[in-house]
Nanobody, 123 residues
């Protein structure tokens, strides 16, 4: 199983980015999907999660109102729209998948991980 994340880059504060995640070898629709991130010297932290049908979403307080997680089950793709980016959003962003129908915020619970994409926000 591979989760291929893409869309990262170097942007300025206030800019927007959209990340994408495409799974290989994994049936997409049965899984709750997630974005986590990890900044240098820090633990991996929850960013957002979306349930199988896309109807329930949950966000970290630090990104609520700026980031939007979504999924297209027909295209088997997970998205993270990031607006009004801040320097503290700088991190490697990872997508993850878990079969539990409940959105969890702990990285230890995830079944599958992608390799991550770097997001760097300059001030």
């Amino acid at each position: 199983v591979q989760l291929q994340a893409s869309g990262g880059g170097l942007v300025q504060a206030g800019d927007s980015l959209r990340l994408s995640c495409v799974p290989r070898g994994l049936r997409f629709s049965p899984y709750t999907m997630y974005w986590f991130r990890q900044a240098p010297g820090k633990e991996r932290e929850f960013v957002g999660g979306v349930t199988r049908g896309g109807d329930n979403k949950r966000y970290a307080d630090s990104v609520a109102g700026r980031f939007t997680i979504s999924r297209d089950n027909a295209k088997k793709t997970l998205y993270l729209q990031m607006n009004n980016l801040k320097p503290e959003d700088t991190a490697v962003y990872y997508c993850a998948a878990d079969p539990s129908p409940v959105i969890m915020t702990t990285s230890r619970a995830m079944n599958y991980w992608g390799k991550g994409t770097q997001v760097t926000v300059s001030s």
